[in-house]
């Protein structure tokens, strides 16, 4: 059983920054292969922004790279996604995910298991 709860969601002004959080529980923290960040825009379809697997190697959508950062604070069991140079067109409701199964490939392209509520991110002109 995995739990995901995102905090630190807002609206900030075009070129202001945000970081998010996920804080993840789980019953073993080694069952957990790929941790990521998605998002949601009304009339859009979900978008995956960020990933990382469990050696820490990441990948990120195109609109992200260069922009967004996704680590992980292992001590803490959280989930970060540092936001700079936001755009209104980055504004949605953002997700963190995790998938436990250990032979889905790479973290980009998994369907994931677990998922939090969301939490809102909205950037103005």
């Known amino acids: 059983q995995v739990q995901l709860v995102e905090s630190g969601g807002g609206s900030v002004q075009s070129g202001g920054s945000l970081r998010l959080s996920c804080a993840t529980t789980?019953?073993?923290?080694?069952?957990?292969?790929?941790l990521g960040w998605f998002r949601k825009a009304p009339g859009k379809e979900r978008e995956g922004v960020a990933t990382?697997?469990?050696?820490?190697?990441?990948s990120y959508a195109d609109s992200a790279k260069g922009r967004f950062t996704i680590s992980q604070d292992n001590a803490k069991n959280t989930l970060y996604l540092q936001m700079n140079s936001l755009k209104p067109e980055d504004t949605a409701m953002y997700y963190c995910?995790?998938?436990?199964?250990?032979?889905?490939?790479?973290?980009?392209?998994?369907?994931?298991?677990?998922w939090g509520q969301g939490t809102q991110v909205t950037v103005s002109s």
């Open positions: 789980s019953e073993y923290t080694y069952a957990i292969y790929c």
């Open positions: 995910a995790a998938d436990s199964g250990p032979y889905g490939g790479p973290c980009q392209k998994r369907d994931y298991d677990y």
């Open positions: 990382i697997d469990e050696d820490g190697r990441t």
